[in-house]
């Protein structure tokens, strides 16, 4: 076999897997979650979640996949592991089920930048959302985001990952900085930013069953974990690069994305609404797409060229997401059958079009979709990738995280220690608790001893 590609420098993993984080689970996904799963404190579970859960789980996955140095269902193989090849393998899945819907979303934003040229949404923003996120329109557009990730998919790692996400990390940045510094001198916005910022540990204590499965399956989704993404892209990653380093740059720069989303759509729902809306195209999925609208409505033909720009660069960050997720199917049929990127790209593009149009007919399936990511499948395969890195593979994960650190060895421990212990836990109770907000415990009385 060829020697595989390695990234043409640590910045280009850096941005690659930096793409694969930062994407509609930030921008689109989390203030809407935010909103609909009681503000501020959402927002602080999910910080805790990030940085004791997401930072540790994500270094497992780059230390299973720099150590293998192949695609996330071999590497267990590689590391003469075959049985745990199922945690590679479920992370596929999830990755697929995730994408399926995932498009559809990003159809939507294909659909904004055009509404944005035409100023089309100026005149009813909800009554826009509405009519365009389902039905035959949102299926066309879902089929042209697909069409798009298979096409970048099918160029290859270098030329088509690498070259896409250099410019949009730092323009999503701006952006969203302006438009947050816009939304704050509105009048409304004040009471936005205590519910936002602001949390209530009596409301948190009281409510944490539900939060916590929301807010940590958040964090999974928006770290791209569980789904063999960075184990894929930490595959292609050489032996200077210190781990720890280029984690916990992600972890922070794609937590302060979702955090600056917030800062925009939030304040933005409270100037137009008055508050959080109780309507799903203005609370839920809508939120985004709903809020910034009207804000780009209010500013004219300036706000068009605007709209243009910000579902320009939302769409390459959903874009850079989407191909990590069709990456990893596809490294995996290249890598061991010797399969055409193109045929494997836009075959399985085919196939997740058809899956991912229930979602774009209607935004009830999409919801199911996502819960059942969120609840079930992400928890799981983060739960069993983090068996795997602590319990089986431990000291040679120690070991491999501690490359490129010089030295390292105490963090390295301290690691793995936080994975067997409370990382595990923490995957645990989440998976617990999603499951059983799917099939609820019987309510029946245990005898009295
Ligand atoms: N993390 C991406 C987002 O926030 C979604 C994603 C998950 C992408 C898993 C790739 C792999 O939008």
């Given amino acids: 076999m060829a020697e595989r590609e390695t990234w043409a420098t640590r910045l280009g993993f850096i941005l690659a897997a930096v793409g694969s984080a930062v994407g509609l689970g930030n921008i689109w996904q989390f203030p809407f979650k935010t909103a609909t799963t009681g503000g501020s404190a959402f927002v602080f579970v999910y910080l805790v979640a990030a940085l004791v859960i997401g930072l540790p789980a994500i270094l497992g996955e780059f230390v299973v996949g720099r150590r293998a140095n192949i695609n996330a269902i071999e590497a267990f193989d590689r590391l003469k592991h075959p049985a745990w090849t199922v945690v590679g393998a479920l992370g596929l899945l999830t990755g697929l089920w995730i994408l399926s819907y995932y498009s559809v979303v990003g159809g939507w934003v294909i659909r904004y930048i055009a509404g944005s040229a035409t100023g089309a949404y100026f005149a009813a923003p909800a009554d826009y959302f509405a009519r365009v996120s389902m039905g035959w329109e949102a299926i066309a557009f879902h089929a042209a985001f697909m069409a798009l990730t298979?096409?970048?998919?099918?160029?290859?790692?270098?030329?088509?990952?690498?070259?896409?996400?250099?410019?949009?990390?730092?323009?999503?940045?701006?952006?969203?900085?302006?438009?947050?510094?816009?939304?704050?001198?509105?009048?409304?916005?004040?009471?936005?930013?205590?519910?936002?910022?602001?949390?209530?540990?009596?409301?948190?204590?009281?409510?944490?069953?539900?939060?916590?499965?929301?807010?940590?399956?958040?964090?999974?989704?928006?770290?791209?974990?569980?789904?063999?993404?960075?184990?894929?892209?930490?595959?292609?990653l050489g032996e200077v690069d210190s781990l720890p380093a280029d984690g916990s740059l992600i972890v922070v720069l794609n937590t302060f994305v979702g955090l600056l989303a917030g800062l925009v759509v939030i304040p933005l729902l409270f100037v137009q609404f008055d508050g959080i809306p109780d309507t799903a195209a203005g609370g839920g999925p809508g939120a985004l797409f709903v809020s910034v609208a009207s804000a780009l409505a209010d500013l004219g033909a300036a706000g068009q060229a605007l709209g243009v720009v910000f579902f320009g660069v939302v769409l390459i960050a959903a874009l850079s997401s989407a191909i990590s997720l069709l990456e990893v199917v596809t490294s995996y049929l290249v890598d061991n059958y010797g399969a055409s990127r193109p045929t494997v790209a836009f075959g399985f593009a085919g196939g997740l079009f058809a899956v991912g149009s229930l979602s774009a007919w209607?935004?009830?399936?999409?919801?199911?979709?996502?819960?059942?990511?969120?609840?079930?499948?992400?928890?799981?395969?983060?739960?069993?990738?983090?068996?795997?890195?602590?319990?089986?593979?431990?000291?040679?994960?120690?070991?491999?995280?501690?490359?490129?650190?010089?030295?390292?060895?105490?963090?390295?421990?301290?690691?793995?220690?936080?994975?067997?212990?409370?990382?595990?836990?923490?995957?645990?109770?989440?998976?617990?608790?999603?499951?059983?907000?799917?099939?609820?415990?019987?309510?029946?009385?245990?005898?009295?001893?």
């Fill in 150 to 236: 298979a096409s970048i998919v099918a160029f290859g790692i270098e030329d088509g990952i690498e070259k896409a996400t250099k410019l949009m990390v730092p323009s999503i940045v701006v952006i969203l900085v302006g438009l947050a510094a816009y939304a704050f001198t509105l009048d409304g916005a004040a009471a936005a930013y205590s519910y936002y910022l602001s949390p209530d540990f009596d409301y948190i204590a009281a409510n944490l069953e539900s939060i916590v499965p929301f807010a940590v399956g958040q964090a999974f989704f928006s770290l791209s974990l569980g789904m063999g993404a960075m184990i894929t892209y930490a595959s292609y």
């Fill in 362 to 449: 209607n935004t009830a399936w999409l919801g199911w979709f996502d819960d059942l990511a969120y609840s079930v499948l992400l928890p799981l395969s983060v739960l069993l990738g983090v068996v795997f890195v602590g319990w089986v593979y431990g000291p040679e994960a120690v070991d491999e995280l501690k490359k490129g650190t010089g030295g390292g060895e105490t963090f390295a421990t301290a690691w793995l220690w936080s994975i067997r212990t409370f990382v595990l836990l923490g995957v645990f109770v989440t998976l617990y608790l999603g499951v059983s907000s799917i099939f609820p415990a019987p309510d029946i009385p245990l005898p009295a001893i």
